[in-house]
Nanobody, 114 residues
Framework: QVQLVESGGGLVQAGGSLRLSCVASGSIFSLYAMGWYRQAPGKQRELVAVITRGGSANEVDSVKGRFTSSRDNAKNTVYLQMNSLKPEDTAVYYC????????WGQGTQVTVSS
């Protein structure tokens, strides 16, 4: 049974913060690096952050310094702390393995107003 359950999205003003959570099935979580992906309307899904099995994190330049990923192995959970949010961060955010598994959860909507 594959489970990828994202939560924590919402509507915030520019400059605000959100903390996203993703609970993943144990096999995916323990065997692969995990990533945060996002998809804005009319655009392709893009990988924005990665955290390895050992907890090393990296982010793409557009979010570096604002987004930080982390993980709690005991809870099979990865997090994305999002600070200084911008309207261009508006998207549906998903978690998945890196490389991606052929299954996607529902995602969680992040909307940043001007």
């Amino acid at each position: 049974q594959v489970q990828l359950v994202e939560s924590g999205g919402g509507l915030v003003q520019a400059g605000g913060s959100l903390r996203l959570s993703c609970v993943a099935s144990g096999s995916i979580f323990s065997l692969y690096a995990m990533g945060w992906y996002r998809q804005a309307p009319g655009k392709q899904r893009e990988l924005v952050a990665v955290i390895t099995r050992g907890g090393s994190a990296n982010e793409v330049d557009s979010v570096k310094g604002r987004f930080t990923s982390s993980r709690d192995n005991a809870k099979n959970t990865v997090y994305l702390q999002m600070n200084s949010l911008k309207p261009e961060d508006t998207a549906v955010y998903y978690c998945n393995a890196v490389p991606q598994f052929n299954y996607w959860g529902q995602g969680t909507q992040v909307t940043v107003s001007s």
